[in-house]
């Protein structure tokens, strides 16, 4: 009998901590026009002549820092998990295939898989809760592309996000419990940056995002495909079940890259404003993360615990990310056979 299809794709990870994967991996994700968009030959002097050869080695030390032995990059090892714990629940009329939208595996090959099984339906979930098109769109864009040269083209069916999803919520709630929010002065919502350029050219009408004071911190008609207010959705619904008040947290963008402004208000700065208040502990949450990666394991749980120290304050604690939860995976179930 034939299958149903799902493709679950990621963001990537390098093959290894080692600076030339590091490098080949940074020059991929780098040069898609989704994720530095300005035009190509700015692009190839940037990313090949400047940002790559600098950050290469320094990513590679990080990487080294977070790599398992045994499992290798978390990001890799939560998304192959996620994928057999989706397959386990879907059962034999489905075939889960898992990719990577750099480096391996690849998306290509993944479809492959798919196509020789003569699959009669693809339902493609990019694993971004918050729709941008430097994740979700390029993902898209890859999938369209590939699938378009095909003969003969399935049903596919593309999840757009999922900041909302109540399962997604439930699962970063009950990964706090387990370090009870009432031990902690603050808590973060940190979401991974995007240059408030990309913001703006998400914005069909041209009048909204970045345009009016607060435009993005509130989703609604006009802002639905927003980065920002979906971000600030994701938080709010998160703080709403946690009984949060408004005061009680913050929402916040790390991972800045270049001199270009980026979506605010940066997580460092917060850290460091939080520390001049004289807060002690903060809980921060990574919500645009469905695993743990480097930008949780290290810049938050390393990086930000040392600048909250440096300024006075006491401990910075990771809410893990939804990684193998079994309501995320749910949640998954949920996106394949509903929506
Ligand atoms: C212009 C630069 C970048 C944009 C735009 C961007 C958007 C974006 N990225 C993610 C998810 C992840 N990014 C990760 C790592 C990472 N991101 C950038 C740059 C941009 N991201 C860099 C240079 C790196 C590499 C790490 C480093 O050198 O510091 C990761 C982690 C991968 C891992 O292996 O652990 C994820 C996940 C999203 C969702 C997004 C748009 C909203
Ligand atoms: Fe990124
Ligand atoms: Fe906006």
Known sequence: ?????????????????STPDVRKYLNEFLMDGRVIDINVISRALLVRGIIVPFRAPKSAQLYREIWSDQDG???????????????????????????????????????????????????????????AS???????????TLVGQWQTIPHISFVNSFHNDDLMIDTFVANAAKHGHENYDHVLFSFHGLPQRQLIKCDHTGAYCLKKDDCCSTLNDTNKFCYSAQSHDTAKLIAAKMGLSKDQYTVCFQSRLGSDPWVQPYTSVVIEELAKQGKKRLLVFCPAFVADCLETVYEVSVEYNDEFKEKGGEHVQLVESLNDHPLFIESLERMVKER
């Open 1 to 17: 009998m034939s299958k149903k299809g799902v493709l679950l794709v990621n963001l990537g990870t390098p093959d290894s901590p």
């Open 73 to 131: 990059s978390p990001l890799l090892y939560y998304s192959i998990k996620q994928q057999q714990l989706l397959q386990e629940k879907l059962g034999d009329e489905y075939m889960v295939e898992l990719a990577m939208r750099y480096q391996s595996p690849s998306i290509e090959s993944a479809l492959q898989r798919l196509k020789d099984a003569l699959v009669t339906e693809i339902r493609v979930i990019p694993l971004f809760p918050q729709y």
């Open 134 to 144: 430097a994740s979700t769109g390029s993902v898209m864009e890859k999938v369209m």
